[in-house]
């Protein structure tokens, strides 16, 4: 299993980001997906996470109507949409599968930097 997050950097208050996590090594389709966050000195907090039809999606109350998650089947990728963003959304940001019987495999996560 291999998960590849791209897509992070340094944004001012206000901006936007999207990032990216390509995944292979699974059936990306049978699975959902999900991204988190660890901020320095905090625990890793669960962002949002969508089915995996991409027909349903949940998100952590702190990123509701500025994030959104989305995926691509064909392209075994998965996105997040960042806009609005706040200082307080800097963190490194990881994508996760949690696979039955095979457990949990993440990414090794990009920066993102919310600062003027």
């Known amino acids: 299993v291999q998960l590849v997050e791209s897509g992070g950097g340094l944004v001012q208050p206000g901006g936007s980001l999207r990032l990216s996590c390509a995944a292979s090594?699974?059936?990306?389709?049978?699975?959902?997906m999900r991204w988190y966050r660890q901020a320095p000195g905090k625990e890793r907090e669960l962002v949002a996470v969508?089915?995996?039809?991409?027909?349903?999606?949940n998100y952590a109350d702190s990123v509701k109507g500025r994030f959104t998650i989305s995926r691509d089947n064909a392209k075994n990728t998965v996105y997040l949409q960042m806009n609005s963003l706040k200082p307080e959304d800097t963190a490194v940001y990881y994508c996760?599968?949690?696979?039955?019987?095979?457990?949990?495999?993440w990414g090794q996560g990009t920066q993102v930097t919310v600062s003027s």
């Open positions: 969508i089915t995996s039809a991409g027909g349903s999606t």
């Open positions: 996760s599968v949690f696979r039955p019987g095979a457990g949990g495999s």
């Open positions: 090594g699974f059936t990306f389709s049978s699975y959902a």
